[in-house]
């Protein structure tokens, strides 16, 4: 059974940088993609950047050179390193993965894990 566990978020003042961790297990590598995603109260779901299992990396408009992703193997491990944070990016993030390629879409991932808040004032 996969299992995504989120870890490394917290409160930040604005400028500020942030390691987020996503420990997955249960699945054997194939064909997959692993989102990040991140909702603010009130608002939609919505995407931060996808990791493909080719290795592909897609990031949203608005965290286009401040966040980066990246991959621990040995780990099983994925990691959204955000800089510069604003507080426009506080929100709870998740992470999740869907055994086929990257979608944009939220309800195209099948697992997610429970979600770590980042706070940035």
């Known amino acids: 059974q996969v299992q995504l566990v989120e870890s490394g978020g917290g409160s930040v003042q604005a400028g500020g940088s942030l390691r987020l961790s996503c420990a997955a297990s249960?699945?054997?590598?194939?064909?997959?993609?692993m989102g990040w995603f991140r909702q603010a109260p009130g608002m939609e779901r919505e995407g931060v950047a996808t990791f493909d299992s080719d290795g592909k990396i897609r990031y949203a408009d608005s965290v286009k050179g401040r966040f980066t992703v990246s991959q621990d193997n040995a780990k099983a491990t994925l990691y959204l390193i955000m800089n510069s944070l604003k507080p426009e990016d506080s929100a709870m993030y998740y992470c999740a993965l869907r055994r086929a390629g990257c979608s944009a879409a939220a309800a195209d991932y099948n697992y997610w894990g429970q979600g770590t808040q980042v706070t940035v004032s």
């Open positions: 249960g699945f054997k590598y194939g064909s997959y993609c």
